[in-house]
Structure formats: C-alpha cells, structure tokens
C-alpha cells in the first residue's frame, strides 16, 4: 500500500466475499470457488475457497485476501485504479434429495480502489454473470 509516497511491506488486497442462497427448500453445492482479481485484463492475484454446502436460506462471509505484489502498488502510484474481480465455480443443487447436474458459473464485478488502497465509491459490490 502507498502512504505518503512510500511503498509498505503489505501488498495484500482484502475484501468480504458474501455467498446467500435465498431458495427455499433447495441446497446449493459448491465446487472450489476460483477468485482472480484483473488490472487491465492483467491477473494480479488469486485466490481459492474450498468446496462447499450451502443450506436453503442461509448466507456464509468469507475473508479473502489476495497477494497482489508490490509491482501492483507501484503501477496505481497515487492515482484511483480500476479492478476486476472474477468468480468462477460449478454448482449443484439439492432439491429435497435429488441433485441436479453441474453447472458453470462465471460472475465479475468492477471495483474502483483508491491511492489508500481502500474501495471508492459503493462499498457492496454485487457480482454479476459474464
């Protein structure tokens, strides 16, 4: 991160990753969970969360934190940057005992990061389908 004009040893980005599944009746199964964070269609950093289930109803918060090198913090300098953040993971869902089959899901979001390194402007970022 930058502060006045020096660079600090943590070069991580942190955000809050919320997964709701607000059906009910039907469970959601999760494979591994990839997050790649893009500057200018560039990777800077990944990220993964193991496989999961999800219970109708329920919501999970995950903490994730994403090394993203200090050639990252040079390059923003102290101006604002604009990020990608892509997710992309396989379904299944649960109906009462049945299963359905896989399904792929890819879903990203922009979010603009100011010289501070925190998120400016709207701090719940929703993530849509690609």
Do not use: C
Request: no cysteine; charged share 20%; glycine share 8%.
């Amino acid at each position: 991160m930058l502060h006045r004009g020096e660079l600090i040893a943590n070069t991580s980005l942190v955000f809050n990753l919320q997964v709701s599944n607000p059906n009910k009746g039907m469970g959601i199964y999760y494979n591994e969970i990839y997050i790649t964070l893009y500057m200018r269609d560039v990777s800077i950093g990944t990220k993964s969360i193991l496989a999961f289930y999800q219970p109708h109803k329920k919501s999970f918060r995950y903490d994730v934190q994403i090394n993203a090198g200090k050639q990252f913090w040079r390059g923003i300098g102290n101006g604002f940057v604009d990020l990608r953040l892509v997710v992309e993971t396989a379904v299944k869902y649960q109906i009462f005992r049945w299963k359905t089959k896989s399904r792929q899901m890819v879903l990203e979001a922009s979010v603009t990061i100011n010289p501070r390194g925190m998120i400016s402007g709207e701090k719940n970022i929703k993530l849509y389908i690609k």
